[in-house]
């Protein structure tokens, strides 16, 4: 059974930091396009960041320079690091994963239907 489950989100305020982490299970973690998400009240899920075999291949025009993907493989653990946070980050943020295998050097999509597993999601809220 594949299961992904996220931790760390929170409160905080502008120009702070949060770093959320994914544990995922049931499949194998390097080898495979996985992703974070966000979904914002009233507006589509949109993605934010890939990672392949433990390097970052996408990321959205919104977050870039400010946030960062890494992979822990000996804990099965992807993280989200957000700096310089702003209100407009607010959201509940996923991770998710291909069921595809992937070679290494190619970039991963950053559209929803491209994942098959996801998990339950954790709230960020940014207040300025």
């Known amino acids: 059974q594949v299961q992904l489950v996220e931790s760390g989100g929170g409160s905080v305020q502008a120009g702070g930091s949060l770093r959320l982490s994914c544990v995922v299970s049931?499949?194998?973690?390097?080898?495979?396009?996985m992703a974070w998400f966000r979904q914002a009240p009233g507006q589509e899920r949109e993605g934010v960041t890939t990672?392949?075999?433990?390097?970052?291949?996408s990321n959205a025009d919104s977050v870039k320079g400010r946030f960062t993907t890494s992979q822990d493989y000996a804990k099965s653990t992807l993280y989200l690091q957000m700096n310089s946070l702003k209100p407009e980050d607010t959201a509940v943020y996923y991770c998710a994963a291909s069921s595809r295998f992937a070679w290494a050097g190619r970039d991963c999509s950053l559209e929803v239907g491209r994942y098959d597993f996801w998990g339950q999601g954790t709230q960020v809220t940014v207040s300025s």
């Open positions: 990672i392949l075999y433990g390097k970052s291949t």
């Open positions: 049931g499949i194998t973690f390097a080898n495979r396009c």
